[in-house]
């Protein structure tokens, strides 16, 4: 669906004559070093039309090569943790499910992925970003762009 409305954005977003493919309006062009933050924890839900993207980039930004044809979301890793770059993806979920209700056994699923989502982001902000950013006197930094 978005091959087929991704002009739409286009149109309503950047104006004619931008080059699309700059880093500053496609990070996915962007190499690794051109971010401040080289730790990235980047999360994906099943039933998001971008859920692809965002793996095709966390997967390049890993050093695991860049995928040039669609991949089915059905086939995505689930989780891994590579380089600096973590990824999870949610199954049976959609795009916003952190700040989204829905009704019912639904509802259930999607307060657990939420409630698993942000402990996980948690835990990774505590044990691998903060703790291994800590100034010589062992006190975290405090400065995200400093990790």
């Known amino acids: 669906m978005l091959e087929n409305t991704a002009?739409?954005?286009?149109?309503?977003y950047v104006p004619a004559g931008i080059d699309?493919?700059?880093p500053l309006l496609s990070?996915?062009?962007a190499p690794k070093d051109a971010f401040a933050a080289q730790k990235?924890?980047?999360?994906?839900?099943?039933?998001?039309?971008?859920c692809t993207?965002?793996?095709?980039?966390?997967?390049?930004?890993?050093?695991r090569g860049e995928t040039k044809e669609p991949v089915?979301?059905?086939k995505l890793e689930e989780k891994w943790d590579e380089n600096g770059?973590?990824?999870?993806?949610?199954?049976?979920?959609?795009?916003?499910?952190?700040?989204?209700?829905a009704s019912g056994e639904a509802e259930k699923l999607r307060k657990k992925a939420t409630d698993d989502?942000?402990?996980?982001?948690?835990?990774?902000l505590q044990e691998d970003v903060w703790a291994k950013s800590k100034n010589p006197k062992g006190q975290a930094n405090g400065n995200l762009v400093d990790i």
């Not at 993207?53 to 050093?63: D, T, V, Y």
């Not at 990824?87 to 989204?100: L, P, V």
């Open 85 to 101: 770059i973590k990824w999870k993806m949610y199954r049976g979920q959609q795009h916003g499910f952190t700040h989204t209700t």
């Open 53 to 63: 993207e965002a793996s095709n980039m966390a997967e390049k930004l890993a050093g």
């Open 20 to 22: 699309k493919k700059h």
């Open 72 to 74: 089915d979301v059905a």
């Open 27 to 29: 990070p996915i062009y």
């Open 7 to 12: 002009s739409w954005f286009n149109w309503g």
């Open 40 to 50: 990235m924890f980047f999360v994906g839900a099943e039933y998001d039309y971008l």
């Open 117 to 124: 989502c942000f402990t996980e982001m948690g835990r990774w």
